[in-house]
């Protein structure tokens, strides 16, 4: 695993759109893993920066996203996927039809995650999947406890992670409890992974994730045994390190 001490989350966004740009030119067909939440918007404005100046396209990606809440649709301002077309797809030009988030209003769940990782495989599998970090070490919607061998499936919620997530939502909306994940598993068939952290409330993690031992209590943990992993944290994030 290697880890980049960036000075904050200006240069930690910088240094994480400078490894997707050369990804998205040295690709015909980019295959990217996104994630939400706020560690990853300054990334996916530097993004929209490079398409707008013409350094790179999105016309021949595919998109994956991480995860979604449960009951949401795609057009609920508070889904992932919403989300996702607000704070990167609109102002790209990935094709429609290329994006992908797990539905939070499927019929039947065990189809539409069965039918998840059919996609993911079909495309030949996520050439490099962003991470953010969860305050307890989760990744996607893995929480602790989620076994490393889990593809993507239906988890409960912690309530640190509804806690955490309550003001993405606009006001009279609860965080759900439930939502769809890719597996821990799933993210490790990536071939290349990186992790973003930012802020003194990820310190702990960081470090937990840097000195700590494997383990399904910390989810993030696994990723000691992927081969290519970085590691982008900016200096409040590292500042529990040794
Ligand atoms: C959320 C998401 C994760 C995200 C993480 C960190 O619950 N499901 O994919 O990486 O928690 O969120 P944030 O970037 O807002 O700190």
């Not at 998205?24 to 490079?50: H, M, Q, R």
Request: one cysteine or more; proline letters at 4%; charged letters at 25%.
């Amino acid at each position: 695993m290697k880890l980049i001490e960036a000075k904050d989350y200006e240069d930690m966004s910088k240094q994480a759109c400078a490894l997707m740009v050369n990804k998205l030119n040295e690709l015909d067909n980019p295959v990217l893993g996104l994630a939400t939440g706020s560690t990853p918007v300054g990334l996916y404005e530097c993004l929209i920066e490079k398409y707008k100046q013409g350094e790179i396209t999105f016309e021949h990606a595919v998109s994956f996203n991480l995860d979604e809440y449960i009951g949401l649709a795609d057009d609920n301002p508070n889904s992932y996927h919403y989300f996702m077309n607000e704070k990167l797809f609109n102002h790209i030009n990935i094709p429609n039809e290329n994006t992908h988030v797990p539905s939070g209003v499927a019929e039947n769940y065990d189809i539409e995650c069965e039918q998840y990782e059919k996609m993911i495989k079909d495309a030949n599998n996520i050439d490099v999947q962003l991470l953010g970090l969860g305050v307890n070490g989760h990744i996607g919607f893995n929480e602790p406890g989620t076994p490393f061998t889990s593809r993507t499936h239906v988890v409960e919620l912690d309530e640190s992670t509804r806690n955490a997530n309550a003001h993405f939502f606009a006001s009279g909306w609860e965080v759900p409890s439930r939502a769809i994940s890719m597996g821990i598993e799933s993210i490790m068939e990536s071939k290349e992974i990186i992790l973003l952290a930012s802020g003194e409330k990820k310190a702990k993690a960081i470090a937990r994730l840097i000195n700590g031992d494997i383990s399904e209590l910390f989810p993030a943990s696994i990723l000691h045994k992927h081969s290519n992993v970085t590691v982008i944290a900016d200096k409040a994030a590292c500042a529990k390190l040794k």
